[in-house]
């Protein structure tokens, strides 16, 4: 089992401030997916990053793959309550069992 | 498109009681099919995937068991549920291949268990 950790595991900011979400592993992944699921709900997908030092923006998301394509990071400008959730990397490999999810970040954004 | 379905959303269930979680995939063909489970809003762990009909893979070593009787038909079972089977069920489907190569996963919106 390939471990990903995420930090922070709970962060509860304030409307219109900006935070960052690490996803860590000391494997290499050859792509690198982020989820955010609300309560009660299964995780939807956010984006996919699979080349290493790839940057890609979802409005005031932005999110980046490591050049060693061993880590990631979810930065997010003026947060909004719609953002609130729980938000899951997961590092891909090869077969169809190939996804190994995060541990979590679990982002209350208060209005 | 492609939509999936999972039911019974809510279970209360006593130990040692039977287990049935049904997952349905409708427009697509052939999909893989996976069983997670979810602790306490934390990340997923894999429980059972399935490339194929009546093609099974545990990951865990656990008191619970799959099936795929159809192709787009994936069914989480248990004879006697333990204390420990609580938790939230995830049924998800990929496609073999998708266009960047990743394993895309589309969730259902889950199973809740409560064994008491």
């Known amino acids: 089992t390939q471990l990903l950790e995420q930090s922070p595991q709970f962060l509860s900011i304030q409307e219109g401030e900006n935070l960052t979400v690490y996803c860590n592993s000391s494997?290499?992944?050859?792509?690198l997916q982020w989820y955010r699921q609300e309560p009660g709900e299964g995780p939807v997908l956010l984006v996919t990053?699979?080349?290493?030092?790839e940057v890609k923006k979802l409005k005031r998301l932005t999110f980046q793959f490591g050049d060693a394509r061993k880590d990631s990071s979810l930065h997010i400008t003026a947060a909004q309550p719609g953002d609130t959730g729980l938000y899951l990397c997961?590092?891909?490999?090869?077969?169809?069992?190939?996804?190994?999810f995060g541990t979590g970040t679990r982002l209350t954004v208060i209005p | 498109s492609q939509t999936i379905h999972q039911w019974p959303a809510t279970l209360v269930q006593p130990v040692g009681s039977p287990l049935s979680l049904e997952c349905t995939v409708e427009?697509?063909?052939?999909?893989?099919l996976y069983w997670y489970r979810q602790a306490a809003g934390r990340g997923l762990q894999l429980l059972f995937y399935?490339?194929?009909?009546?093609?099974i893979s545990s990951e865990v070593p656990q008191n619970l068991s799959a099936s795929r009787p159809q192709d787009r038909q994936f069914i989480l079972s248990s004879k006697k549920l333990l204390l420990s089977d609580s938790g939230f069920y995830l049924c998800?489907?990929?496609?073999?291949?998708?266009?960047?190569?990743?394993?895309?996963?589309?969730f259902g919106a889950g199973s809740r268990l409560t064994v008491l």
């Open positions: 998800a489907w990929s496609a073999l291949r998708t266009n960047s190569g990743a394993n895309v996963l589309t």
């Open positions: 494997s290499v992944f050859s792509s």
């Open positions: 990053v699979v080349t290493g030092g």
């Open positions: 997961a590092g891909g490999g090869t077969g169809a069992n190939n996804l190994f």
């Open positions: 427009g697509t063909s052939n999909p893989n």
């Open positions: 399935s490339v194929g009909i009546g093609q």
